[in-house]
């Protein structure tokens, strides 16, 4: 048998941006490199859970034992993630874009003409919160917060509002996004663990780690 901690669980992780078109040839995205995510996929995978990867565009390798399915906006992360269940655990990492443009172009919008065009924003599915509260909720879910002040206070408020078990927050006002490091801290019901700066894929497997302890208590209770 398969003694890791995390042997026969079932881990969904999201990672990266997500692309939000505009026509053919433009799109909204933001800086998210995935690297974190990836990191914590390939984490829970060493400790022998069966990892589904959703990731956003990113030129990131796939990690060992991972199974990845790719998408590229909001809307098609959400449908994958709901495709995924039932997962023992879920760490939301991905950058989901807040908002898409409201109607799609087909046809490249052309520049000719005068006023430049309006775009039209409608407001994405909060896939965190949709699953938090959802049926088929993971017995953990993990969201991630990037900030870049009142990290702390900001993360409590939205492990409450997005109905999270963890809050992993991550001052982002230095250089992490793109970056090889991080910061974080956990902030859980039962409190805040900072931890010490140190490289995503040390980051991820302490998390990786804690996820295992503590569905382990939850299965001795
Ligand atoms: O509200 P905010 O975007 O800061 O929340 C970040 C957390 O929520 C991350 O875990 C992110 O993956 C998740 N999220 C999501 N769907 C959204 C927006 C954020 O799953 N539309």
Redesign the pocket.
């Known amino acids: 048998a398969d003694h890791r901690p995390l042997a026969d669980r079932h881990v969904l992780v ?1 990672a990266g941006p997500t692309w939000e078109a505009i026509d053919p040839v433009r799109y909204i995205a933001n800086r998210s490199s995935g690297k974190q995510g990836f990191a914590i996929a390939a984490a829970a995978a060493a400790l022998g859970a069966k990892v589904t990867l959703v990731a956003g565009p990113v030129s990131l390798r796939t990690p060992a034992g991972v199974n990845r399915v790719d998408v590229e906006s ?1 809307e098609d992360m959400a449908r994958a993630v709901k495709v995924a269940l039932p997962a023992d655990v879920a760490v ?5 874009a ?1 908002w898409r443009p409201k109607e799609y172009r087909g046809e490249k919008i052309k520049k000719r003409g005068s006023a430049p065009p309006a775009l039209m924003l409608a407001e ?6 949709n699953l938090a509260t959802g049926g088929n909720r993971p017995e953990l879910v993990i ?4 900030e870049t002040e009142n990290v702390i206070e900001n993360a409590k408020q ?1 492990r409450k509002r ?1 109905v999270a078990d963890w809050i992993v927050a991550n001052d982002v006002s230095g250089d992490v996004m793109g970056g090889d490091r991080n910061r974080v801290h956990i902030v859980s019901a039962d409190g805040v663990e900072t931890l010490d700066e140190m490289p995503k894929s040390a980051v991820a497997m302490a998390l990786a780690e804690r996820i295992a302890a503590s569905l382990k208590v939850e299965a001795a209770e």
């Open positions: 999201t909001a939301m990492v991905a950058a989901v807040d994405n599915p909060d896939i965190l919160t969201g991630f917060a990037a939205k997005k």
